[in-house]
């Protein structure tokens, strides 16, 4: 029985296939950041083979570029911890009236807006005021 692989078959596919793909032509595609066309080049064609993707860039060099530095940015914040800044609508426990806080409150602690919260703890006001 005869179980080897047909190597020459093989070698004649391959170089088929190959010669297939190197007929690339330029291509339009739709960046879906913008929705302008782009070119897609048969060197990055040639490219996107030799790295074995097989799925075509989805935006424009701009839009690509400019998703990078967003991800740069966002990792670079996240580094230096910056915290995004937060605002959490909340209704005043005491006047009830609408306020934000940026923070998160904890479950079942009143939260106060901030005339409420001064009135409260008025040494807040004059601590302010001697200094
Ligand atoms: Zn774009
Ligand atoms: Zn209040």
């Not at 935006?59 to 740069?72: F, L, Q, S, T, Y």
């Not at 940015?73 to 934000?100: D, F």
Request: hydrophobic share 30%; proline share 5%; net charge positive.
């Amino acid at each position: 029985m005869k179980t080897q692989v047909d190597t020459e078959n093989l070698k004649e596919f391959n170089e088929k296939t190959f010669a297939d793909q190197a007929d690339f032509k330029d291509k339009n595609i739709l960046c879906i950041d913008c929705g302008q066309d782009f070119v897609w080049s048969v060197g990055e064609q040639a490219f996107f083979r030799d790295k074995g993707l097989t799925n075509p860039p989805k935006r424009c060099k701009d839009c690509k570029h400019a998703k990078n530095e967003r991800i740069a940015s966002i990792a670079a914040a996240q580094a230096a911890g910056v915290k995004q800044r937060i605002e959490v609508a909340v209704h005043c426990a005491k006047c009830q009236s609408y306020t934000t806080v940026p923070f998160y409150p904890s479950q079942g602690r009143p939260v106060l807006c901030r005339s409420c919260y001064l009135e409260k703890h008025p040494t807040l006001i004059n601590g302010n005021f001697n200094k």
